[in-house]
């Protein structure tokens, strides 16, 4: 049995999220295999807020059985690395609490910052991503359409709170009035939707703690990096390329990426 724990990040088209919701429920029907959670990630921008909660209103209506935890993050976009530093903060514990809880992590890539979207996919061995999905609709231009001729309804979610101690109730009733015009926005036909599950790179386990010794302190003295640690030039040069660590006068010290990305690995 796999119990998945999806991670979306969610932009202006908030129905690819729906649309993964519905793969994998199809895909795991009639398998011992659950979406355990469904966690959506996303900026402060109104829009976007509005389309969040829209979107879990539709997820809500059709699949209430479903763990949604949504993630609101405390900055209004991911258009520099500071940014994504905080994001890798902020979404941590869940990612860190599903994969305690032996959670496999599969990563929808196609909503969001295309900034957020390619880091996470970068360091994905790092931060335990175990698949990873991008999603196409060949009708996406009538869709897109359909979206912003209905986008008054879309806002109007803005005002109503995610009380997810009552399941999103306000959230699924207030979607169910307007079914009629939002599901072809957010169901589409499932057989205009594409699915591509791509490759994670997945590092052996002594390189992925040679990482986390090298990211665990703050400052590794250039002794104790020829003594103690021994980790070959071209390997402390891949990860210093990678961003995780800096050398200096012999010395290694972790980045604020490296720093972030040692939490994750801690727990893996």
């Known amino acids: 049995m796999i119990n998945v724990t999806v991670l979306n990040t969610v932009g202006t088209s908030p129905m690819v999220a729906s649309e993964m919701a519905e793969y994998l429920v199809r895909k795991f029907r009639g398998t011992n295999n659950r979406i355990n959670k469904f966690t959506l990630i996303f900026t402060r921008d109104e829009e976007v807020v509005s389309g969040v909660k829209a979107l879990i209103g539709a997820l809500k209506s059709h699949y209430g059985w479903l763990k949604i935890e949504p993630l609101e993050l405390s900055i209004k976009d991911v258009s520099k690395l500071d940014d994504f530093i905080l994001l890798l903060e902020q979404i941590r514990p869940a990612v860190v609490e599903s994969k305690a809880n032996g ?124 003594e103690i640690y021994r980790v070959p030039d071209y390997r402390l040069e891949a990860y210093r390329e990678s961003g995780l660590i800096i050398i200096d006068k012999g010395s290694c010290y972790r980045t604020d990426l490296g720093k972030a990305l040692s939490h994750y690995l801690k727990q893996i």
């Open 103 to 226: 959670d496999k992590i599969y990563f929808n890539l196609t909503g969001g910052r295309k900034l957020e979207s390619m880091l996470i996919s970068s360091y994905s061995p790092l931060i335990g991503v175990d698949s990873i999905y991008n999603i196409t609709n060949k009708q996406i231009r009538n869709i897109n359409e359909l979206y912003e001729r209905n986008k008054d309804i879309i806002m109007s979610f803005k005002d109503i709170p995610l009380n997810s101690h009552e399941e999103f109730r306000e959230l699924s009733d207030f979607y169910s009035l307007h079914r009629e015009k939002l599901d072809p926005i957010f169901f589409p036909e499932f057989s205009d939707i594409d699915i591509n599950e791509l490759f994670v790179l997945h590092l052996p386990r002594d390189i992925l703690a040679e990482i986390y010794m090298l990211i665990e302190n703050d400052r590794i003295s250039r002794d104790d990096l020829e």
